[in-house]
Nanobody, 125 residues
Framework: QVQPVESGGGTVQAGASLRLSCAAS????????LAWFRQAPGKEREFVAT????????YYGDSARGRFTISRDNVKNMLWLQMSNLRPEDTAVYYC??????????????????WGQGIQVTVSS
């Protein structure tokens, strides 16, 4: 029902900013809650941020809160993650994910049905 594709990754220096994009091919993006996860080598997949169907209610994991901003545009079928003050520990593959909209915030990867292929973000010190 929705096919996400990430872009905008790359290598930056510590303290820099980077914006990730997710193009979501679907008929009605507002049917879905959206999220970003990340996974570093040898680590579990980690929740970064999620946003409700309308974009009114963002929610962040501890590692992202205060530095990252999640946003969406249902007309353009786009999701973004604006990352500021990047640190080496932010280095990971970042994934865009989607699930049918509901009344609860979900932070577990298993609750999301649709996933992009992931994109590498590397932060050097």
């Amino acid at each position: 029902q929705v096919q996400p594709v990430e872009s905008g990754g790359g290598t930056v220096q510590a303290g820099a900013s980077l914006r990730l994009s997710c193009a979501a091919s679907t008929r009605t993006l507002s049917d879905f809650a959206l999220a970003w996860f990340r996974q570093a080598p040898g680590k579990e997949r980690e929740f970064v941020a999620t946003i409700n169907w309308s974009g009114s209610y963002p929610y962040y994991g501890d590692s992202a809160r205060g530095r990252f901003t999640i946003s969406r545009d249902n007309v353009k079928n786009m999701l973004w993650l604006q990352m500021s003050n990047l640190r080496p520990e932010d280095t990971a593959v970042y994934y865009c994910a989607a699930r049918p909209s509901s009344s609860v915030v979900e932070v577990e990867p298993a609750r999301y049905d649709y996933w992009g292929q992931g994109i590498q973000v590397t932060v050097s010190s």
